[in-house]
């Protein structure tokens, strides 16, 4: 049975696709986590799958600035990711989200210390930062501003 020191009580939902997706799936078989994860795919839409989570987790290796972050903190979501490329300016430690390695043991660590966080609160703050500065508006009027050389 899969027991992570006694967490049975989650599930991962994981969209999208990539070069390690066949593996993620044998592994997932060969560990017996069938019942706590689901893949679903490449989605051109995925506001489903936000407003049906709790958590948002995005344990990259490399990366930009994510529009994924930007979307699961538009739905008001605490973010779990890695600091790397452009994560640490979307996701504040401790407070709207915490940064972890971006590994197996990194995702461990933190299923084991999930009862540590407050995550309405960050969820509260990923909101926050999502309306001050991550609207259609706000991106809009920051983009203006390089074109216009004012930054």
Same mark, same amino acid.
């Given at each position: 049975d899969?027991?992570?020191k006694g967490?049975?009580?989650f599930?991962f939902?994981i969209?999208?696709?990539?070069?390690?997706l066949p593996?993620?799936k044998k592994e997932?078989i060969s560990?017996?986590?069938?019942?706590?994860?689901?893949?679903?795919?490449?989605q051109?839409d995925v506001?489903k799958?936000?407003e049906?989570s709790?958590?948002? !987790?995005?344990p990259? +290796?490399?990366e $930009?600035?994510p529009i994924a972050? /930007?979307e699961?903190m538009? %739905?008001?979501?605490?973010?779990?990711s890695?600091?790397?490329?452009g !994560?640490?300016?979307? +996701?504040?430690? $401790?407070?709207n989200?915490i940064? /972890?390695?971006p590994?197996? %043991?990194g995702?461990y660590?933190?299923l084991?210390?999930?009862?540590?966080?407050d995550w309405?609160?960050?969820g509260?703050q990923?909101?926050?930062?999502y309306?001050t500065?991550f609207?259609?508006e706000?991106m809009?009027a920051?983009?203006?501003?390089?074109?216009?050389n004012?930054?």
């Open positions: 899969a027991v992570i967490i049975t009580n599930h939902t969209v999208g696709d990539g070069p390690l593996n993620l997932t560990s017996k986590l069938e019942a706590y994860i689901t893949f679903e795919g490449p051109q506001t799958y936000l049906k709790n958590i948002f !987790i995005l990259s +290796v490399d $930009g600035q972050i /930007i699961a538009r %739905e008001g979501l605490p973010i779990v890695s600091p790397v490329g !994560i640490p300016i979307l +996701v504040k430690n $401790g407070i989200g940064l /972890i390695s590994s197996k %043991e995702v660590k933190f084991t210390e999930l009862n540590y966080y309405e609160k960050m509260q990923s909101r926050y930062y309306e500065g609207t259609i706000k809009i920051k983009y203006c501003k390089i074109f216009n004012e930054i």
